[in-house]
């Protein structure tokens, strides 16, 4: 088949896909409301829960957890429940690459900064002096932040740090117009890394200590960070990969989970992380279910599942790495799954795979 009609063929399966912006209200579940007043956060050291059935899991049915981890290549495994660990596997303490959780931890950031006006989400590209190697059009820089941090910028420029099957799936520079189109971007993402160092005056990694890990007693230190190109792509806005543990990252998720609260601190502003975990975009062409602000949304209203092979509720959201980096946070279980691979020794696990094991874990609920 032609090279030109194929991409042809994919900007028409990909336009299809076009879903409205419009944040729609969370579907009701059977479980019963979490309450928040009563979270439980580790100290320097998790605490771990002795007999899962004290807290509603069976022993036996996350015994066959350990079955299916071990026919794979996953380098860390942990759940955490109710604040406490409930099951872990592999070195929950060593650093592995963060890949795309970067995006995650970096929309978490930009909470505080929309919040006191360092950052407005509706300033566009040209009112930013935002531009690339190659230029961006008049239409282009009419793209706001907002668009950016919600993958619909528009903008189609080389970007550093893509994989191949990112760069193949690009759609056609100018095809669409700002906000108008999702595609998961990763110029979006590199150029609000240069967005937040512009508008705030910090270095990102820097940010991630001083407000995420100091105060959540995480290893991640601003040395784990760097600033990542890619050879051959012309671009000015650079990806911001870093490493961390399992147990730092599960740290994330359970700030994230509480509603960016902290024992008696509101890191991250609570009205932040629910507008930025509210699924705005129809994700079915990246094989999952919705889009939020850098984070992957469970939309039950999408036939498509978060992770293949995973029932989870409405309103369940995720940060995902190539590899198999994942982090899961379940709101209505109370519970944040972190499971790690060690891609410097080229390992990597499927999110179908992933997905058979996280299954595993809700099966062990009584």
Request: charged share 20%; proline share 5%; hydrophobic share 35%.
């Amino acid at each position: 088949m032609h090279r030109l009609y194929q991409k042809s063929l994919l900007s028409f399966v990909l336009g299809t896909l076009f879903l409205s912006c419009t944040p729609t209200a969370p579907e009701p579940t059977d479980e019963p409301p979490v309450d928040r007043t009563t979270a439980t956060f580790p100290h320097a050291r998790w605490e771990k829960i002795d007999k899962p059935e004290d807290v509603g899991f069976s022993s036996s049915k996350l015994d066959l957890v350990a079955y299916e981890y071990i026919k794979h290549q996953s380098a860390a495994l942990l759940v955490v429940y109710k604040g406490k660990i409930l099951y872990q596997r592999g070195d929950i303490d060593h650093k592995y690459k963060s890949h795309s959780l970067r995006k995650s931890f970096l929309s978490a950031l930009y909470g505080n900064y929309v919040k006191n006006g360092d950052i407005n989400l509706l300033s566009t590209m040209a009112d930013l002096l935002i531009d690339d190697d190659e230029g961006l059009s008049d239409t282009e820089k009419q793209a706001t932040v907002r668009d950016l941090i919600m993958a619909r910028s528009g903008i189609y420029h080389p970007a550093h740090y893509e994989s191949e099957g990112m760069t193949n799936q690009k759609p056609d520079r100018y095809s669409h117009d700002p906000g108008e189109f999702w595609y998961y971007n990763n110029w979006d993402f590199n150029a609000l890394g240069t967005i937040f160092i512009q508008q705030t005056g910090k270095d990102i990694f820097e940010a991630i200590e001083e407000e995420f890990a100091i105060p959540l007693q995480m290893d991640f230190k601003t040395s784990d960070g760097w600033y990542a190109t890619t050879s051959g792509i012309s671009s000015r806005h650079k990806a911001y990969p870093f490493r961390i543990s399992a147990s730092d990252l599960a740290r994330f998720g359970l700030l994230m989970l509480n509603k960016g609260k902290w024992k008696n601190q509101q890191i991250i502003p609570a009205d932040w992380v629910t507008e930025s975990t509210r699924s705005y975009s129809d994700a079915s062409v990246s094989n999952s279910s919705g889009y939020g602000y850098m984070w992957w949304i469970n939309d039950t209203k999408n036939p498509k599942p978060l992770l293949p092979n995973v029932s989870l509720p409405n309103g369940a959201f995720m940060a995902s790495g190539v590899g198999g980096q994942v982090m899961l946070v379940i709101p209505d279980y109370d519970m944040v799954i972190t499971h790690r691979v060690d891609t410097d020794a080229d390992h990597s696990v499927s999110n179908a795979n992933i997905g058979k094991l996280f299954q595993l874990i809700l099966d062990a609920r009584l």
